[in-house]
């Protein structure tokens, strides 16, 4: 059994509580659209020309004032909407207090969530709706998360710099460089504070028992996941699409991956 400093265990402490306010405080209701409805003995094909005119792809349908099910705008055609609507499936349905990350985890398995507030279905989520800002914050706040902890593990793992092994010698210049700039600024900085991600990674991955520690099987895979990981903070420092490189499924898997590093590391 490893011993944890108490100054190792509060970073370990203060970290959770971080994941927590990401993971738990930001809840869907910050990315859902309002539904819009139709009635169920409506035109369909007049409903069409307003979802064409709105831009929707999805309308609640409602009989008596409640809202039974919904309707897609592909979907209709000549006659009334009860013709066309679906009924809701219990997996397309979601509280309006479920966390923004495991709202995330759902869409892996369906194009579309339905938002309940009280006992009414109010609400609508797309995977359009995944370019929302709050998105964003939670991806690079979890991305960031992950960025801290290795720091906390390098810095514990190796002693008097020895990491510096894993790294190019154009690497250490330019974290020296960043560490003299920031130092002449009266930071309280040390030099494994100015390590970016790709050096971080090529710590862990050089260091086969660290890497198996974190749940990484192999220095391949771990490249992978680190480039990938890469690509997605860099469009989300710099608000590109997110879904331009891969596809959805595999952004969802990627975040899954990083939230079972994120497990392994507060075991360190």
Not at 192 to 220: A, M, N, T
Not at 245 to 265: A, P, V
């Amino acid at each position: 059994m490893v011993v944890i400093p108490v100054q190792q265990r509060d970073n370990v402490s203060n970290y959770q509580s971080l994941r927590s306010l990401f993971e738990k405080n930001i809840t869907v209701y910050s990315i859902a659209e309002v539904l819009d409805t139709c009635n169920l003995h409506d035109h369909a094909l007049l409903i069409r020309d307003k979802m064409v005119l709105k831009d929707y792809d999805v309308i609640g349908v409602e009989e008596n004032g409640m809202v039974i099910g919904y309707a897609l705008r592909d979907e209709l055609g000549e006659g009334t909407c009860k013709e066309y609507f679906r009924s809701f499936s219990p997996s397309e349905l979601v509280s309006d207090s479920t966390p923004l990350l495991q709202t995330l985890f759902i869409l892996k398995n369906t194009e579309r969530l339905f938002m309940i507030e009280g006992n009414r279905i109010t609400k609508v989520v797309t995977l359009a709706d995944l370019q929302k800002p709050p998105i964003r914050m939670l991806l690079f706040g979890v991305i960031s998360l992950l960025e801290m902890h290795l720091y906390r593990i390098i810095n514990r793992y190796f002693r008097d710099e020895t990491w510096k092994k894993h790294l190019s010698v154009k690497r250490i210049y330019l974290a020296e460089e960043l560490f003299l700039q920031r130092k002449a600024r009266n930071e309280a900085i040390q030099l494994s504070d100015c390590l970016q991600l790709c050096d971080k990674r090529d710590i862990v991955l050089g260091e086969q028992p660290l890497s198996e520690l974190l749940g990484i099987v192999s220095k391949s895979k771990g490249k992978d996941f680190f480039k990938k990981l890469e690509i997605l903070r860099n469009n989300l420092a710099h608000s590109q699409d997110l879904n331009t490189q891969n596809s959805w499924n595999e952004m969802f898997s990627l975040i899954e991956q990083t939230e079972k590093i994120l497990e392994e590391c507060e075991k360190i």
